[in-house]
């Protein structure tokens, strides 16, 4: 009820069932994880007991050991993500240090060190790149929230918008370069080009 395909791909499998490993190492480690599509050099290599994983890509998933439920695509996507559950990192190494839950990586690099971070939606090259414990953050658009390490809560979308926000929470920036300044801000508006362009720590404004 299994498919290896490549030297030592599901090398170790001994109860795991209805998994598809192509690829060099492909679900080496694998022993009781069920269900799980692993293809590509190494992908899903450390998986154990996780189950219902898909990983496209040489290297996608390859930490991976207990994480069900997800789904990388792209070489190196999710490499360290050990445990993490409920993910879809697309892109090259996106999510690449990831262990947080729930979370949607979509672009070169997004989301490349969410570490704890829970919930998030990144779509874009770059963007949401250093978040580590951040959660609930929205961001669309090249580079976009790429410097939001703790920050959370919030909506960013255009190019370089929020670009150097850090621990900044619940702000919402739509538009090119808006509040491309702001560090530690929280609980503004900017709407439009280069809106609150300017503004590093003001908060409360609209």
Do not use: C, K, P
């Not at 996507?77 to 690449?96: C, D, E, K, R, T």
């Not at 989301?111 to 779509?123: K, P, Q």
């Not at 580590?132 to 255009?158: A, D, Q």
């Amino acid at each position: 009820q299994n498919t290896f395909v490549g030297a030592a791909a599901g090398l170790t499998n001994s109860t795991g069932l209805n998994n598809t490993f192509i690829g060099r190492s492909s679900g080496r480690l694998n022993t009781t994880g069920a269900t799980n599509t692993f293809l590509g050099h190494s992908s899903g290599y450390n998986n154990t007991t996780g189950i219902t994983n898909t990983f496209i890509g040489r290297n996608s998933g390859f930490a991976n050991t207990t994480g069900s439920y997800n789904v990388m695509v792209g070489e190196g996507s999710g490499y360290n993500a050990a445990g993490g559950s409920n993910n879809i990192f697309i892109g090259w190494v996106a999510g690449f240090n990831n262990q947080g839950n729930n979370n949607t990586f979509t672009g070169n690099n997004s989301g490349y060190d969410n570490s704890t971070g829970f919930n998030n939606s990144f779509y874009g090259s770059n963007t949401g790149a250093n978040n580590s414990t951040g959660y609930l953050n929205t961001f669309i658009g090249y580079n976009t929230g790429s410097s939001v390490n703790t920050g959370y809560s919030n909506t960013l979308v255009g190019g370089m918008t929020g670009a150097n926000l850090t621990t900044g929470f619940s702000n919402i920036f739509l538009g090119t370069n808006a509040g491309h300044l702001s560090t530690t801000a929280s609980s503004n508006v900017f709407l439009g080009v280069q809106s609150g362009n300017n503004n590093v720590s003001g908060s409360n404004n609209t």
